[in-house]
């Protein structure tokens, strides 16, 4: 099993990215995914979450209106679009798969958003 996420990087406030997830291993049309984050001495926090269909999306009341959480099955990869980013965006952000009690993460990409 293996979720392997690309796209972070440093990017000026306001400023874009796009996070992917690739995943491999495990049935990705079964599982729900989800993007976290977790930011230096702060607890890993959930961003955005998918269901299996990807007809129902979820974020937290600090990113809404701004990231947009999307899944290709047929690619097996999921997706953070991230608009108007702030500094308090500033983490590591790890895609997650769950499915019943089963849970994978990917090891992590580093977003930092500073002027």
């Known amino acids: 099993v293996q979720l392997v996420e690309s796209g972070g990087g440093v990017v000026q406030p306001g400023g874009s990215l796009r996070l992917s997830c690739a995943a491999s291993?495990?049935?990705?049309?079964?599982?729900?995914m989800s993007w976290y984050r977790q930011a230096p001495g702060k607890e890993r926090e959930l961003v955005a979450a998918?269901?299996?269909?990807?007809?129902?999306?979820n974020y937290a009341d600090s990113v809404k209106g701004r990231f947009t959480i999307s899944r290709d099955n047929a690619k097996n990869m999921v997706y953070l679009q991230m608009n108007s980013l702030k500094p308090e965006d500033t983490a590591v952000y790890y895609c997650n798969a769950r499915r019943r009690w089963v849970d994978y993460w990917g090891q992590g990409t580093q977003v930092t958003v500073s002027s």
């Open positions: 291993g495990f049935t990705f049309s079964s599982y729900d």
């Open positions: 998918i269901t299996s269909t990807g007809v129902s999306t």
